[in-house]
């Protein structure tokens, strides 16, 4: 091992990852330790025979190799069953001294990311993350802009919707427009939405018409609280769309995230609709 290496260090239920910071391992007897403690918090001290010993309550156990490697300490205490995968978890319950894991160095790296993110490995970040480029990729494939609307429509009702209802597109003296209106009559609450099948960025064109629509709406006194989102299929909107929604108060879907928002809602029948 070498400096910049990285070491592992599995404890009950969590592991810890170090990063070498010299290129030689080196005897006890030529370095001075002055405030040195384990990854437990026990104090370790050397003695006067020049061996190490970790003090724990009011004993002290010989801990001594014979050399040491400075380290820094890159993360604590990492739980296994959350952010190491099956064959990292499976190499950390070997019972040798220490083990050559090179092979595993995207295991760890995937770890560190995931741990220093707060987002554990789980079965349902994966399947996300692995199929919905695939699912968008269909919708672009094989649906047109009024089946793209029946499928949002198709998403509303899955959710859980009373009524969900296309407007007609030939409203006359109309400012504005939403494309699918969704009812959710417990909630008191009804989403509309500007459903935009596109590719590549949405402009912030689709937020001026739904925008329209709102200031219309929200003059009405009827009870509901109304919510105005703007759906596409792209893989982004414009930044002009992004700080025009802020402040429109105005809700961004884009492809990635409505394709997941189909895989939570869960895609049974979905082949009788379309």
Do not use: C
Not at 151 to 164: C, D, N, Q
């Amino acid at each position: 091992m070498g400096e910049g290496d990285l070491v592992v260090v599995p404890s009950w239920g969590t592991f810890s990852v170090y990063e070498l910071t010299e290129d030689m391992a080196r005897p006890v007897s030529e370095i001075e330790l002055s405030e040195i403690k384990d990854w437990h918090g026990n104090k370790i001290e050397k003695k006067e025979n020049g061996l190490l010993y970790r003090t724990t309550g009011e004993s002290d156990k010989l801990i001594d190799l014979g050399f040491v490697r400075k380290v820094k300490l890159i993360e604590k205490d990492i739980p296994r069953n959350e952010y190491a995968d099956s064959a990292l978890t499976s190499r950390m319950k070997i019972r040798y001294t220490n083990a050559d894991i090179t092979d595993l160095k995207a295991s760890i790296e995937k770890a560190l990311e995931g741990f220093k993110k707060g987002q554990p490995l789980n079965i349902y970040s994966q399947i996300i993350s692995k199929t919905r480029q695939s699912i968008l990729d269909t919708i672009r494939e094989e649906l047109t802009s009024d089946k793209f609307e029946l499928l949002v429509k198709w998403y509303f009702e899955r959710i859980g919707a009373s009524e969900v209802n296309i407007p007609s597109k030939n409203e006359s003296g109309k400012e504005g427009d939403a494309d699918v209106v969704a009812v959710f009559e417990p909630l008191k609450t009804i989403i509309y939405s500007q459903v935009k099948f596109h590719t590549g960025e949405t402009s912030s064109w689709a937020i001026e018409q739904i925008k329209n629509y709102k200031d219309q709406k929200d003059t009405m006194d009827d009870g509901y609280s109304k919510i105005y989102w703007v759906i596409s299929s792209a893989d982004n909107f414009s930044k002009e769309s992004y700080d025009f929604a802020k402040e429109a108060k105005v809700q961004l879907v884009d492809g990635k995230q409505f394709a997941t928002m189909l895989l939570e809602a869960g895609i049974v029948n979905l082949d009788k609709v379309l």
